[in-house]
């Protein structure tokens, strides 16, 4: 099956700092994106999708300075978490949706744990 | 208003026997698809079953099922024969049309089941 690759699988940032999470679809070609955020014990929030070649478009409350979303390739986007603070500590999953997919499914990558401190 | 409802924020099932997780949607639009996904406790999501709005027959994917009720606006996951491994996260999410050409998917709340030896 497909796969999506999303590196890394956790990091640990002080605040201040930016944070750069890489999602790359391996064997198929993706021309959208998206971006998600999960809290704890929560649900996924869509932050963002992202088109190959285009911007991204963002969710009402997501802040588009704070988290730069570049979709360059059509097997790699990256979300970066720019001057990152300890409350944008989450869980942060891509999913990529294969260029002749339509409304089938995407394919997740395995996660981001972002920790701020 | 919410688009996707779980009732059943936790749900135990003893092994080896069916469960039932509910889910129900709200969308005005006659195109859409419903999905479900698991997310175990590493964190990664996984796909489950996928129907689309037109689809007559109700998706079967191996121990799962999804019993889709177009009218009631209902699409539950039936789980045969339960095993320790599905004790997870249980996500249902539905893809509908936002503007011309774009899409959304909006998940629920999620449910958690634990399924008991």
């Known amino acids: 099956g497909a796969v999506v690759s999303q590196h890394p699988s956790w990091v640990i940032c002080k605040s201040g700092t930016s944070v750069k999470i890489e999602c790359r679809s391996l064997d198929f070609q993706a021309t959208t994106m998206f971006w998600y955020r999960q809290f704890p014990k929560q649900s996924l929030m869509l932050m963002a999708t992202?088109?190959?070649?285009?911007?991204?478009?963002?969710e009402q409350g997501v802040e588009k300075d704070k988290f730069l979303i570049n979709h360059a390739s059509l097997t790699l986007s990256t979300l970066t978490v720019t001057s990152a603070h300890p409350e944008d500590s989450s869980f942060y999953i891509c999913?990529?949706?294969?260029?002749?997919?339509?409304?089938?499914?995407?394919?997740f990558g395995q996660g981001t744990r972002l920790t701020v401190v | 208003a919410q688009k996707i409802t779980q009732t059943q924020p936790g749900m135990f099932v003893q092994e080896k026997e069916a469960v039932t997780l509910d889910c129900t949607y709200d969308t005005s639009d006659q195109s859409y698809g419903l999905f479900w996904y698991k997310q175990p406790s590493s964190g990664e999501m996984i796909f489950l079953i996928y129907q689309g709005s037109y689809d007559e027959q109700n998706a079967t994917e191996g121990r799962y099922s999804l019993n889709f009720q177009k009218a009631r606006k209902s699409a539950n996951l039936v789980i045969s024969a339960s095993q320790l491994g599905d004790s997870a996260m249980y996500f249902c999410?539905?893809?509908?049309?936002?503007?011309?050409?774009?899409?959304?998917?909006?998940f629920g709340a999620g449910t958690r089941l634990f399924v008991k030896a």
């Open positions: 992202s088109n190959e070649g285009s911007k991204a478009t963002y």
């Open positions: 999913s990529a949706r294969d260029i002749d997919g339509g409304t089938t499914e995407a394919f």
């Open positions: 999410a539905m893809r509908e049309r936002v503007g011309t050409g774009g899409f959304k998917t909006i």
